[in-house]
């Protein structure tokens, strides 16, 4: 049976992949991460047993602290390539625009 699981993405990595969403959603463990060519990033789900942690936090520091306290039940997932661009300026805006196309 499914169990409920959140998956959490960045808003400013707009070419983060569907196959990448699926791999994190499907892998075994309490949490499960992107990992682009070894390098950790987005998208990460949180199965259900791990909600409260979350919830938890306060601030704005997102879940950096849990991963790093939890990382013996986190499995990396391996999703090859380059993590997708971050878009924090209106430059980076406009070089992802040009890059796809737009």
């Known amino acids: 049976p499914q169990r409920a699981r959140a998956v959490v993405l960045l808003g ?3 070419h983060v992949s569907p196959a990448a969403i699926s791999a994190v ?5 309490p949490i499960a991460r ?4 070894g390098t950790p990033g987005h998208p ?3 199965r259900r047993s791990v909600w409260p942690e979350l919830l938890a936090i306060e601030g704005d520091q997102g879940a950096r602290d849990l991963l ?3 990382a013996d ?3 990396l997932v391996e999703i090859g390539g380059r993590q997708p ?3 924090d300026t209106e ?3 406009e070089r992802l625009r040009v890059q796809s196309g737009l």
Not at 34 to 37: E, K, L, M, R, W
Request: aromatic share 12%; charged share 25%; glycine share 4%.
């Open 12 to 14: 400013d990595q707009p």
């Open 68 to 70: 790093v306290a939890r």
């Open 25 to 29: 959603a499907d892998a075994a463990g």
């Open 34 to 37: 992107a990992v682009y060519s």
């Open 73 to 75: 039940r986190t499995r």
């Open 44 to 46: 990460v789900a949180f």
């Open 85 to 87: 661009a971050d878009v």
């Open 91 to 93: 430059a980076d805006y």
